[in-house]
């Protein structure tokens, strides 16, 4: 028989035993497992069977078909693949529930003009942003994460970083070079296309000095544009941890397994605009705790270090990091050096030297200073 599904908007199209098995194998791919085609064409096969008994003569609603491949799945003793599929479909749900709110414009318009904090100081650009980020914000927070994930959010126990955004977190581009003005705007514009269309930050590496680096930081102001010598990854998700009891690192993954994934799924739908480095990224978990809990490596997730130091302790704190850090296994490890009072250039660069020198494998020192009194 030839099957005629319904889909959720009353459209109605041929069934495609093929989108089944494409189903069923990204369920198994997201928990990194291997198939057999053989294997998937018997599950899709007995997906068809168990909503047979459902069909409205040769009609079947979208809904009802992927009823049945959850039953199949965990009938099957697939019982992880079909959370996962369960996962899946309530993602696709909630970006569908996301596009809906965005429509309704109107009533998000007048709640920014009604909103007495912006009296006196309203503007078409920072109403659009301050909605933007509002309705961003509500679509993760209420209708992805899970409610054990909100409340560890509230709590502070870790954040996930550009929460306000459907961007990735961090973009790398290599750079040679700028050894001309037209070769700096040049770079320049290809950072500020990046920022506005795929990624909240942007990471320039470079392997050796080059001309108007301070002009393209002064340009990017705030943390957007960051350098570094040594090799480095686009990351699409990054969790910051400040605790280290409990679950906590067990939520900070879920948190960002969940974002990842629906990242991927909008970078596929051409949410990113000839972008395709946010599918092959890594996730990131950064341990801003005290100290470092030990941890296992989980596949598609980098371990990262960062933490900031006190200036005028900077070498025993150092020792200190480098004792407990010892064999726990960190991609990246960073450090923030705070003085109180302005700092003087050279000397800060013959300390950033002595550093790099001393502790070779830490990848980027930043000096900072704040202002006393």
Same mark, same amino acid.
């Given at each position: 028989?030839?099957?005629?599904v319904e889909k959720?908007d009353?459209?109605?199209v041929?069934?495609?035993i093929?989108?089944?098995c494409?189903v069923?194998k990204?369920?198994?791919g997201?928990l990194h497992k291997?198939?057999? =085609? *053989?294997?998937?064409e018997? #599950?899709?096969?007995r997906? &068809?069977? /168990?909503?047979?008994?459902?069909?409205?003569?040769? %009609?079947?609603?979208?809904?009802q078909i992927?009823?049945s491949?959850e039953?199949?799945?965990?009938?099957s003793g697939?019982?992880?693949?079909?959370?996962?599929?369960?996962?899946?479909?309530?993602?696709?749900?909630?970006?569908?529930?996301?596009?809906?709110?965005?429509?309704?414009?109107s009533?998000?318009?007048?709640?920014?003009?009604?909103d007495e904090?912006?009296?006196?100081?309203?503007?078409?650009?920072?109403m659009?942003?301050e909605?933007s980020?509002d309705?961003i914000?509500s679509?993760?927070?209420d209708?992805i994460?899970?409610?054990?994930?909100?409340n560890?959010?509230?709590e502070?126990?870790?954040?996930?970083c550009?929460p306000d955004?459907?961007l990735?977190?961090?973009?790398t581009i290599p750079v040679a070079?700028? =050894? *001309?003005?037209s070769?700096m #705007?040049?770079l320049i514009? &290809?950072? /500020?296309?990046?920022l506005r269309n795929?990624a909240? %930050?942007i990471?320039l590496?470079?392997?050796?000095?080059?001309?108007?680096?301070e002009?393209?930081?002064?340009?990017f102001?705030g943390?957007a544009v960051?350098?570094?010598e040594?090799e480095?990854?686009?990351?699409?998700?990054r969790?910051e941890?400040?605790?280290?009891?409990g679950n906590?690192?067990?939520?900070a993954?879920?948190?960002v397994?969940v974002r990842?994934?629906?990242?991927?799924?909008?970078?596929?739908?051409?949410f990113f605009?000839h972008?395709s480095s946010?599918?092959?990224s890594?996730a990131?978990?950064?341990?801003?705790?005290?100290?470092?809990?030990?941890f296992?490596?989980?596949?598609?997730?980098a371990?990262?270090?960062?933490?900031a130091?006190?200036g005028?302790q900077?070498?025993?704190?150092l020792?200190?990091?480098?004792?407990?850090?010892?064999?726990k296994?960190?991609d990246?490890?960073?450090y923030?050096i705070?003085?109180?009072?302005?700092?003087?250039?050279a000397?800060a660069?013959v300390?950033l030297?002595?550093l790099y020198?001393?502790?070779?494998?830490?990848n980027?020192?930043?000096?900072?200073?704040k202002?006393?009194?």
């Amino acid at each position: 028989m030839k099957y005629i599904v319904e889909k959720r908007d009353g459209a109605l199209v041929d069934f495609q035993i093929e989108k089944i098995c494409s189903v069923i194998k990204k369920a198994f791919g997201s928990l990194h497992k291997e198939w057999d =085609d *053989s294997v998937i064409e018997l #599950l899709a096969l007995r997906v &068809t069977a /168990d909503f047979d008994s459902k069909r409205d003569g040769n %009609r079947i609603h979208v809904e009802q078909i992927q009823d049945s491949v959850e039953k199949v799945l965990s009938e099957s003793g697939y019982t992880e693949v079909s959370k996962a599929y369960i996962l899946y479909r309530k993602q696709r749900e909630n970006v569908r529930r996301l596009v809906t709110k965005m429509q309704d414009h109107s009533s998000l318009i007048a709640s920014y003009l009604s909103d007495e904090r912006h009296h006196g100081t309203w503007s078409n650009a920072e109403m659009i942003r301050e909605i933007s980020a509002d309705l961003i914000r509500s679509f993760w927070n209420d209708e992805i994460y899970d409610e054990e994930i909100r409340n560890a959010l509230k709590e502070g126990q870790f954040r996930i970083c550009e929460p306000d955004s459907l961007l990735m977190y961090e973009k790398t581009i290599p750079v040679a070079g700028t =050894d *001309s003005f037209s070769q700096m #705007l040049d770079l320049i514009r &290809t950072i /500020d296309q990046a920022l506005r269309n795929c990624a909240g %930050r942007i990471c320039l590496q470079t392997k050796k000095p080059f001309r108007y680096k301070e002009e393209i930081a002064a340009f990017f102001k705030g943390s957007a544009v960051r350098f570094a010598e040594k090799e480095t990854k686009n990351v699409c998700v990054r969790a910051e941890v400040f605790r280290e009891e409990g679950n906590t690192l067990e939520l900070a993954h879920r948190a960002v397994q969940v974002r990842r994934q629906v990242l991927v799924q909008l970078a596929q739908a051409g949410f990113f605009p000839h972008e395709s480095s946010l599918c092959g990224s890594a996730a990131e978990i950064c341990f801003c705790t005290d100290h470092v809990p030990a941890f296992e490596k989980q596949p598609g997730f980098a371990y990262t270090r960062t933490k900031a130091l006190n200036g005028s302790q900077v070498f025993d704190q150092l020792d200190h990091e480098m004792e407990q850090l010892q064999g726990k296994e960190l991609d990246r490890i960073a450090y923030e050096i705070q003085f109180e009072g302005q700092a003087q250039k050279a000397a800060a660069e013959v300390l950033l030297q002595t550093l790099y020198s001393q502790y070779p494998f830490v990848n980027e020192f930043v000096i900072t200073t704040k202002q006393t009194g």
